[in-house]
């Protein structure tokens, strides 16, 4: 089962311009991460935001999470021919070890 | 420090042999994971542990075995390996509430 829905499922950008992309899940979460995958790489963590928190920045990253619309956004500003990736959201939904629910990801284009 | 290590990173089986994925970390991680990605699809939990000897199941189980006797390694095991299997392997490690580091992935073909 998946609980994170990433929208779109596919962008196209030019370089410089901001990217936004979007994630909805079903349940009540204790996080929710962000992730990025070049291809034909492992996924690197970008940033955690937690239940209690609604922005959070990291560098050119701006991740923003709505519990009352069970959703979030990641904002790239200022894209990068180096941030064409695939990006997931993923949701942590309990305490302990944390089994952590991945979207189908975004795939992220950005054109020089 | 190295992070994440996944052995080996290509591997083609014939139906029914067996193998071992190798994750070893270096961060003193508590939590390690395996997951398998397909393609169209995320990531889905195969096995995970919350420390040494100690091992649980994840979302997708069947076919696979894992043990965790040293704190810093995490095996999956494939017992009779099935075209269905075909998959990349990531292993993953974090510390408790924190952020998945994840490995470089093993590419596994069953013919």
């Known amino acids: 089962s998946q609980q994170g829905e990433e929208d779109p499922q596919a962008l196209s950008i030019q370089e410089g311009e901001n990217a936004t992309m979007n994630c909805s899940y079903k349940t009540s979460i204790n996080n929710l991460q962000w992730y990025r995958q070049n291809s034909g790489r492992g996924l690197v963590h970008l940033i955690l935001?937690?239940?209690?928190?609604r922005e959070k920045h990291s560098g050119r990253l701006r991740v923003t999470l709505d519990t009352s619309k069970k959703s979030s956004s990641l904002l790239i500003t200022a894209s990068r021919a180096a941030d064409t990736a695939s990006y997931f959201c993923a949701t942590v939904t309990g305490e302990g070890a944390q089994k952590l629910v991945f979207g189908q990801g975004t795939r992220l284009t950005i054109n020089p | 420090n190295a992070g994440v290590t996944q052995t080996p990173k290509f591997r083609v089986l014939k139906t029914g042999q067996s193998m071992t994925l190798l994750c070893a970390q270096d961060m003193n991680h508590e939590y390690m994971y395996w997951y398998r990605q397909d393609p169209g699809m995320g990531l889905r939990l195969i096995h995970y542990s919350v420390g040494e000897g100690t091992t649980a199941k994840g979302e997708v189980p069947d076919g696979y075995n894992v043990s965790r006797l040293k704190k810093q390694n995490f095996l999956l095991g494939l017992e009779s390996a099935a075209p269905s299997q075909t998959s990349v392997y990531f292993c993953?490690?974090?510390?408790?509430?924190?952020?998945?580091?994840f490995g470089a992935g093993t590419r596994l073909s069953v013919l």
């Open positions: 993953a490690s974090s510390q408790p509430g924190q952020g998945r580091h």
């Open positions: 935001i937690r239940s209690n928190e």
